[in-house]
């Protein structure tokens, strides 16, 4: 299976989210499973089949997040050479060229992308149009609606 970019931060996260699986929500359903089977007929008993949903979703989560974790390749921005290109991890100042809009954006994995904490994906459109560029260079981003032009203000490795 290919390598998965991920931030140090971003395989932080889910090692979290892991732990909390495994160690708090696993054993809960547990023992709803246990609770709900000691009423009695299992057939009927709509909340044992809602534990043994629950309890599916969270071992599918568990596996998929172990199967992410063990296919990362975690990059550490803070030991990168700065080079002042925008890189995977890097922190990018923007300005919409036609409307003077300024954007900062973090490139980060697919998995960590969150465009309302300003987290884009290194796939996206916009960062595959930033990356490789430096303070004062022009971007040009292909988006739905035609070529879009920035200008790169700041390069940060964070």
Do not use: W
Request: proline share 3%.
């Amino acid at each position: 299976m290919n390598q998965i970019p991920m931030t140090l931060k971003g395989a932080e996260s889910l090692r979290e989210e892991l732990n909390e699986l495994k160690t708090v929500k696993r054993p809960r359903i547990i023992a709803s499973i246990a609770e709900a089977r000691e009423h009695g007929d299992l057939k009927e008993n709509a909340e044992y089949h809602a534990a043994r949903e629950e309890q599916g979703f969270c071992e599918g989560r568990i596996q998929e997040i172990e199967a992410k974790l063990s296919n990362a390749q975690v990059i550490d921005i803070t030991s990168m050479p700065k080079t002042g290109r925008v890189i995977f991890g890097s922190t990018v100042t923007i300005l919409n060229v036609d409307t003077d809009e300024e954007f900062t954006y973090r490139i980060v994995g697919d998995d960590e992308a969150d465009f309302k904490k300003n987290l884009i994906s290194v796939n996206s459109p916009m960062a595959r149009g930033l990356v490789g560029k430096s303070a004062d260079d022009v971007a040009i981003v292909k988006t739905p609606g035609g070529d879009v032009e920035y200008e790169v203000l700041k390069v940060e490795y964070l």
